[in-house]
């Protein structure tokens, strides 16, 4: 059995996350533990968890997401949490923002062969989009604390919208220390969820906050 192959420990939540659309996931994971490590975009360690530490765990919260709902992934290097919400959820339509090049060129080829049709890369900071990218929910995993991380995502939202952080243990104080990046930027409610907790073994916490009445 190859070292990133679905266990079945993992079996259950990745059917329930992704349903008939589980070959799609399988066939991302596949280009995660050759070409994603080969390149760089996640070290050789990560092989035997690409599941249950990153897509599955990434993979729950796309339930958080209104359906229908336009979205931006910013920072979503080998495309966590944004490429598993794309193939979990045919109604979304994403956009990846990423500022390294050979990431979005990965990116871009997993696409293609996937051929996801609801899923494109920018290549930039996401400071850079303030002006072109208006969109109703902001994604991210692991690109920066929750005070920086406000300032760089809810401006995507113009005025309306909720941003989604996937983060760890660190959520409330993370959130505490990022009020007046909040405040600055329209934040209008602030929750920390918890997404997969029937099917993962550590589910994932999600900081959700809410800009004008979304
Ligand atoms: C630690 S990686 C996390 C990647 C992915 N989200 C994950 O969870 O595996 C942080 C990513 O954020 C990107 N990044 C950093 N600052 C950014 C910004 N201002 N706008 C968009 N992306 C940014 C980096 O290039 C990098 O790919």
Redesign the pocket.
């Known amino acids: 059995m190859e070292e990133h192959a679905l266990t079945e420990t993992d079996r259950g939540a990745a059917l329930e996350v992704f349903g008939d659309r589980l070959g799609l996931a399988e066939r991302y994971v596949g280009h995660l533990a050759t070409s994603g490590i080969e390149r760089g975009l996640?070290g050789p360690r990560e092989v035997p968890r690409l599941w249950s530490r990153?897509v599955l765990n990434?993979a729950v919260a796309a339930d958080l997401i209104p359906e229908g709902s336009t979205v931006a992934?910013?920072?979503?290097?080998?495309g966590?949490?944004g490429l598993t919400f794309a193939i979990a959820r045919p109604d979304l339509d994403i956009t990846l923002?990423?500022?390294?090049e050979r990431?979005c060129i990965w990116l871009g080829e997993v696409i293609e062969d996937l051929d996801l049709d609801n899923v494109r890369v920018l290549r930039?900071?996401?400071?850079q989009f303030f002006d072109d990218v208006d969109v109703d929910v902001v994604t991210?995993?692991?690109?920066?604390a929750l005070s920086k991380l406000a300032n760089?995502t809810l401006p995507l939202l113009h005025g309306t919208g909720q941003l989604l952080a996937?983060k760890g243990r660190s959520a409330a104080e993370e959130i505490e220390k990022a009020q007046k990046a909040l405040r600055k930027n329209g934040a209008t409610a602030t929750e920390i969820l918890t997404a997969g907790a029937d099917t993962l073994e550590e589910p994932t916490t999600v900081v959700r906050i809410r800009v004008g009445s979304a």
């Not at 923002?97 to 390294?100: F, Q, R």
């Not at 930039?124 to 400071?127: A, H, I, K, Q, T």
């Not at 991210?140 to 920066?144: F, G, I, P, Q, Y």
């Open positions: 996640l990153h990434c992934d910013v920072g979503s290097g080998a966590l949490p923002i990423e500022p390294l990431r930039g900071r996401s400071e991210a995993r692991a690109v920066s760089i996937l």
